[in-house]
């Protein structure tokens, strides 16, 4: 459990990358606790500098003694890095809120959405996982519904912003559409194919049944932070030509029938959520108004007339804000909270 104190010594691992930066930004903006900031990343960027509060801050190489008097340690800087270090970090005395997916399933690792389950996080033995972006939107936006009618089936389809990749690709989006629009052809490092002008149906590594690592992912996930297994979701993922926020076509089947309105009403009071539903006079949520914001927008929402008791919604939120940065620290804010 975390000491209480009037202010912690944080470390960003990753600080460089776009998750790392917007925790720098999202930390600063929301006043937390700060009393010394360490920014980590490998020697790619070591040397660098980040401002915050005014101060330029010079980026570190991450090594073994980083984390000595480290209170909360956020991690974003992949699997291998999380898998390495994190415990480092653990037996160093830090509590590790850690964005990869390299403990999110493991069992007494809790996976936590402020909004869906804060209580989890409270369970921790050192780690506390970060949920995947195109999880997290989804899991606020279906809380509310599931809690008012149970939801029994969830069939996905995600429009996924490059930003989801990290900076690389945003660069690969940029530098392609600059020369395409130069008649020159589009160079590939980050994506098998050309992502500007196009849609990639696959986000990771397919398994034998046909489904990429990022569907298996929302599905798992999905179960774990609603503490529900009998849920059953099918989900498709697809990467889109969009710079920030992640958008979602989310069709729900329910125990209880709700209608869109009372839909409507459940979400329009549901923490974290913003309904952004009026399509007669074109009001939906698009990922250029999204980027940036820290709520998941919902819109179009209607009763699927092919089933009984069904909806379908339109989710969108920023997948470095409240999809990865904002998250990471809210989940920190509990801990303070809690801090005794
Ligand atoms: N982007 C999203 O929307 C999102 C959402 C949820 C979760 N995540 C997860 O967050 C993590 C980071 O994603 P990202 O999008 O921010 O990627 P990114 O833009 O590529 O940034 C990666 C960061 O990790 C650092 N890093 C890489 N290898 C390192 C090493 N060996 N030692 C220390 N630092 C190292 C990089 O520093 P150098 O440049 O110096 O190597 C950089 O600061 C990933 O695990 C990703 O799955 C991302």
């Given at each position: ?19 790392g ?19 980590f ?26 984390f ?69 939107q ?7 519904l ?59 590594a ?54 869109a ?20 006079r ?8 999204v ?50």
């Open positions: 459990m975390l000491k209480k104190k009037d202010q912690y010594v944080v470390a960003v691992v990753g600080a460089t990358g776009a998750v930066q917007e925790m720098v930004e999202v930390l600063q903006e929301r006043k937390f606790p700060v009393k010394e900031l360490r920014l990343a490998s020697e790619r960027t070591a040397g660098e500098t980040l401002t915050f509060q005014d101060r330029s801050l010079t980026v570190q190489l991450l090594t073994k003694d980083a000595t008097g480290v209170d909360i340690a956020l991690f974003s800087a992949g699997e291998e890095v999380s898998r390495e270090y994190a415990p480092v970090a653990v037996s160093a005395g830090a509590v590790v809120i850690d964005n990869s997916a390299e403990w999110r399933m493991k069992p007494d690792v809790p996976l936590v959405v402020p909004e869906v389950n804060p209580e989890a996080a409270f369970r921790h033995h050192g780690i506390i996982a970060n949920p995947n972006c195109s999880t997290i989804m899991v606020v936006a279906l809380k509310p599931h809690d008012a009618a149970r939801i029994k089936r969830i069939v996905v389809s995600s429009y996924q912003s490059v930003s989801g990749t990290g900076k690389e690709a945003m660069d690969e989006l940029i530098d392609q559409t600059r020369a395409l629009m130069s008649f020159q052809e589009a160079v590939c490092h980050v994506y098998p194919f050309q992502i500007a002008f196009n849609l990639l149906p696959q986000i990771g397919f398994d034998a049944r046909g489904y990429s690592s990022e569907e298996t992912k929302l599905v798992n996930e999905t179960r774990k932070i609603m503490g529900d297994d009998r849920i059953r979701i099918s989900a498709t993922t697809v990467r889109v030509p969009v710079f920030r926020a992640h958008s979602e076509s989310v069709n729900i089947e329910t125990e209880r029938k709700l209608s309105d009372e839909a409507r009403a459940l979400l329009a009071t549901a923490p974290g959520v913003m309904v952004f539903d009026d399509p007669q074109k009001v939906y949520p698009m990922p250029l108004e980027a940036g914001t820290d709520e998941v927008y919902v819109g179009r929402i209607r009763e699927d007339a092919s089933i009984e008791s069904g909806l379908n919604l339109w989710v969108v939120a920023d997948n470095l804000r409240k999809g990865a940065a904002l998250n990471a620290v809210q989940i920190a804010e509990k801990l303070i909270q809690a801090a005794s």
